[in-house]
């Protein structure tokens, strides 16, 4: 038997590749799904299943490309009605795959059709259990993502509770608990950045295992909750209903556009520039109005936070060779609509003599001489309000970075504005934001929020 967790930083996603005796099973795959059928054609091993735990909210899985592909019977919990050919399994039910069998149970709360499956070796002993959402390491799955009609998250949360005292916690402590997310998912809110951990560990330090009670699990639960991400329903309703293959995307948006064809395509769609080089390499020149979204942080998530609309034509701007990378990364979260990307990088616009940007981009040290000459300079933190609560300058006003456009009339044009984050990611990204909506006079902090206080500002 073999087991594989296949982690996807960007997007803090588990997959996982099960394998016995020349049968293999995929749960929770991601869109691009050649790594997983190469991975069985090396083990000689045919991929029979494809097991789902729910409807992700936060990424397109790859679960009908990879059926299309390999001809492996799709297969979810009970609840989850789909818009294409899929095995809706009872609970209880078991799969055999080669000489281990994988047993459904079904957890709902985090969603309806929530469910985990209980991975049992040769001899018919408790090895692991895949949760998807249902338990993290250190955390639970959100329960306020599949509120429909009277449903609360209130009452998801309730059951969610009842899954884990009746489905999970009576299973050995020697169980490992094989999770669809760590830390950096907007899934839960208390993520560990371990990605696997044993069942009894979970029990004794799990906050949400240790509730004494319903009513004290569910208000420890809810508690502190973000607002989701914009295009969470938006991917549920994909993995739902069904999308266009990944091999279609590539081919129509893989094309390398000179500067001139470039500017056309953004002119007659409307497209978003969207530049994802690094924040340094931005800020000293980039296409007028284009937004940074650097490739080199948590960037599908940013994406999916700060452009609304899946349908939004977008024009790429990427390091040489980054090209493909970009246009998958953009398809792991449904944006499918991209035109083409700058053939050459931005080096051929400047060449080609076309209008070019910039961001004053300062120092922490050359940001403390400014303060320390003119106190009261206006501060932006975009970091979360947890962060902004924790530790801020004196001074600062918090706008996050995730509701940024919320804050813009409140935002003076006039006066220079030093934008800071924790590490200058995040600033970069709303300095951009910032300055295609007209203010001229952003600056942003580099180093961030540590960088800063080391220079001695406070």
């Avoid at 056309?264 to 284009?290: C, H, K, M, W, Y």
């Avoid at 220079?416 to 295609?436: D, E, F, Q």
């Amino acid at each position: 038997m073999t087991i594989e967790q296949i982690y996807t930083g960007c997007l803090a996603q588990g997959a996982y590749y099960i394998e016995s005796n020349g049968e293999a099973a995929i749960i929770d795959p991601l869109r691009e799904t050649s790594q997983y059928v190469r991975q069985a054609e090396r083990a000689g091993a045919k991929i029979k299943y494809v097991f789902e735990t729910h409807f992700h909210a936060d990424f397109v899985s790859g679960h009908l490309d990879l059926a299309q592909k390999t001809g492996a019977q799709i297969v979810y919990g009970p609840n989850a009605n789909t818009g294409y050919d899929a095995y809706h399994a009872k609970d209880g039910e078991t799969f055999a795959l080669g000489n281990v069998t994988i047993k459904v149970l079904h957890t709902p709360g985090h969603t309806l059709e929530s469910t985990t499956y209980l991975l049992l070796d040769e001899v018919g002993k408790e090895h692991a259990i895949f949760t998807g959402d249902t338990l993290f390491i250190g955390d639970v799955g959100r329960p306020d993502l599949a509120i429909k009609g009277d449903l609360t998250e209130h009452d998801l949360a309730g059951m969610l509770y009842d899954s884990l005292q009746n489905k999970i916690m009576p299973l050995p402590d020697d169980v490992i608990v094989y999770p669809a997310h760590g830390a950096g998912s907007a899934c839960g809110k208390n993520m560990s950045k371990e990605t696997t951990d044993s069942l009894g560990n979970q029990k004794r330090f799990n906050y949400a295992l240790r509730a004494k009670s319903k009513e004290e699990f569910i208000k420890n639960v809810l508690d502190g909750l973000t607002t989701a991400p914009a295009y969470f329903a938006e991917n549920a309703r994909l993995n739902k209903e069904g999308y266009e293959s990944l091999d279609s995307v590539m081919e129509r948006s893989s094309q390398a556009l000179p500067p001139d064809a470039f500017e056309q395509a953004v002119n007659e769609t409307g497209a978003l520039v969207l530049d994802v080089r690094n924040a340094a390499d931005f800020a000293s020149g980039f296409i007028p109005n284009a937004i940074n979204i650097g490739l080199n942080g948590q960037f599908a998530p940013w994406v999916g936070a700060l452009i609304p609309d899946l349908k939004q034509p977008i024009a790429l701007v990427t390091p040489a060779g980054e090209e493909e990378q970009t246009i998958v990364r953009l398809a792991r979260v449904g944006y499918d609509q991209c035109v083409g990307f700058l053939d050459g990088g931005f080096a051929t616009w400047q060449q080609a003599g076309k209008e070019v940007d910039t961001i004053e981009s300062i120092t922490a040290d050359a940001f403390a001489q400014r303060k320390q000459a003119t106190p009261d300079l206006t501060i932006i933190d975009v970091r979360k309000p947890t962060e902004f609560d924790a530790d801020h300058l004196s001074g600062a006003e918090n706008m996050p970075l995730d509701n940024l456009n919320d804050y813009l009339t409140d935002i003076l044009n006039e006066e220079p504005v030093y934008v800071h984050c924790a590490g200058g990611y995040r600033s970069m990204i709303a300095n951009s934001i910032l300055k295609a909506r007209g203010f001229n006079n952003v600056v942003n902090v580099e180093g961030g929020l540590a960088a800063i206080q080391k220079a001695g500002v406070v």
